[in-house]
């Protein structure tokens, strides 16, 4: 499972024109679940997105989680960060799970986030969406399962 966390001044998302998310303060994550995810690789999705210190304390340190702050959070549906670009020019999304079961573990990390207490808004899955943020920073981490 891989998940882009951007940290973000607000964010929102809309199909078709019309906006069906949105958040202040917080964080926006993409999410890619690969095959071979499993509960495990949601725990540590989930633990990180909720619990990494990447808000500035009273010092100006980054200190403070999106819990810490009571801040949002945005989760998207992304399977391109699955691709494998490494041969050719066209990416490969073979490690991307099959729909049916990724848009299952991308509503169980939604209901996660929820269950831990945060604000939590989402996007569509599998929709052709446009994706609006103002990155706070920029501050953006790669969190990867696997690695």
């Given at each position: 499972m891989k998940a882009l966390l951007q940290r973000v001044a607000k964010a929102a998302v809309e199909v078709e024109g019309k906006t069906i998310a949105q958040i202040n303060k917080g964080v926006l994550v993409f999410l890619a679940i690969e095959k071979g995810d499993e509960g495990k690789d949601l725990d540590f999705i989930v633990r990180k997105i909720t619990s990494l210190r990447i808000f500035y304390d009273e010092n100006g340190k980054m200190n403070?989680?999106?819990?810490?702050?009571?801040?949002?959070?945005?989760?998207?549906?992304?399977?391109?960060?699955?691709?494998?670009?490494?041969?050719?020019?066209?990416?490969?999304?073979?490690?991307?799970?099959e729909p049916s079961k990724a848009e299952a573990m991308y509503l169980r990390a939604v209901e996660r986030l929820k269950n831990g207490g945060l604000r939590v808004s989402h996007g569509e899955f599998a929709a052709d969406m446009q994706v609006f943020l103002i990155n706070d920073g920029p501050v953006t981490f790669i969190l990867d399962s696997k690695r």
């Open positions: 403070l989680s999106v819990a810490d702050i009571s801040g949002d959070v945005l989760v998207v549906s992304q399977f391109t960060l699955a691709a494998d670009c490494r041969k050719g020019n066209r990416p490969s999304f073979d490690s991307a799970e």
